[in-house]
């Protein structure tokens, strides 16, 4: 088979999906119908990001390393060869799924195909996949199975650009030439078949899929993304999709920083571009003006394995970015890299495991909440619940703790890692809350209040 193989039967079967979608999303879903398909996801708020793929062999970044190469780094020639000795002999799809699930994450996301055009899954449409390395089986569909089995919503992150497809780029130059792609060429509209052959395998083959996480980069528009929303909701109605195929998705994705506000449908978020802060308000939004967002972060400065990135996150840092995300109503999508023999590093594993201690205590005040009532205090973060507002205290008072801006009124406080009573006194918008000297969790401390 060639490297990429297509046949009449193949296209007819695009053309014949195509032609039962309808030409225009539906955006303007009733907004309870909306609310329905995110709910699980505006409850999860935490979950487990993957990057994985032979480049792990080679401890350097997915895919960009081709496409920004660096002097002295690894050349294009050699990184298009990892997948020929890439064996991840170790992985265990149930011990990611464990891993996560004892951090307290309550859904993940894998990379199936990144940038560089490699599959993960065993896909009928390229000979670049993992079914032909000497691993030989097909991960996704083991993670798939795994999950299935610990009940852990999976959803799929898919690059559209791909620099081994030579209908998404000129492949006689190297990928740092044209890596944005060439939908100039009259060859693109097959690429864009391929998009969708590979997205009706990953949505048809995997059983539910939760959500499909696109990262288009640079001048979106050209993929059409039109078309990839329709034939999802097509065949897989509840799936979620991110904002990086050029047009409004279920949920906007800063990547590598946390908004210093609340996000709101009127701001346009940009992947890694930190310039949208000044944008945003630090008042409380309505509900209806509230743009659902997640904030996908890495433990150390690589999205993928690498041996020699020892600058890891303290499991604090984690924890607190936890609580940053959740105060402000988003989720919190936290990466790891595999090793090359399919084991995640200790050093992650150490840090999931202080965020599942972490949670285990204090999740009643992370799961299915939204942003607080409180903004903008240095000392403390709020999440909220119903009638329960969450005080994350991030600087542990000498004194009573104050606060101010809490409109509701509030007929109780205590400890949530121990149940422990707190008297408070709550006069002209201001509340004071008598604690104990030390600090209850050296990470973040949580007091509960009831309010009417």
Known sequence: MNAFSYNRRDFIKVAALSSCLPLIPNFGLAAAVAEDRTTWYRDAKFGMFIHWGPYSLASVEASWPIMKPKPGGISEAEYRELWRRFNPTKFDPYAFVDQARAAGQQYMVFTTKHHDGFCMFDTSYTDYKITNTPYGKDIVAQLAQACKERSMPLGFYYSPPDMHHPAFRDMSKLAKENWNGEPERPEWPLYLDYMQL?????????????????????????????????????????????????????????????????????????????????????????????????????????????????????????????????????????????????????????????IGDWMSVNGDSIYGTTYGPVQGMASLRTTAKGKKVYLHVFDWPSAALEITGLDAKVIAAHLLATGQSLTFRQDSGKLQIDVGNHAPDPNVSTIALNTV
Not at 240 to 248: A, E, M, S, T, Y
Not at 266 to 273: E, G, I, L, R, S
């Open 198 to 354: 590979q997205l009706t395998e990953l949505l048809t083959r995997y059983g539910p899929v939760v959500l499909i996480w696109f990262d288009g980069l640079n001048h979106q528009e050209k993929y059409g993304g039109i078309r990839f929303i329709n034939l999802i909701r097509q065949l897989q109605p509840a799936t979620l999709v991110n904002d990086r195929i050029g047009v409004p998705g279920d949920y906007v994705t800063p990547e590598q920083f946390v908004p210093t506000g609340i996000p709101t449908k009127d701001v346009h978020f940009n992947a890694v571009d930190t310039s949208v802060q000044q944008k945003l308000k630090s008042t409380i939004p309505r509900p209806e003006d509230f743009q659902l967002w997640e904030t996908c972060m890495t433990i150390n400065n690589q999205w993928a394995y690498n041996v020699h990135d020892r600058e890891f996150k303290s499991s604090q840092f984690l924890i607190r970015a936890l609580v940053e995300v959740a105060s402000r109503g988003g989720n919190f999508l936290l990466n790891v890299g595999p090793q090359p023999d399919g084991v995640i590093q200790p050093e992650f594993q150490e840090r999931l495991h202080a």
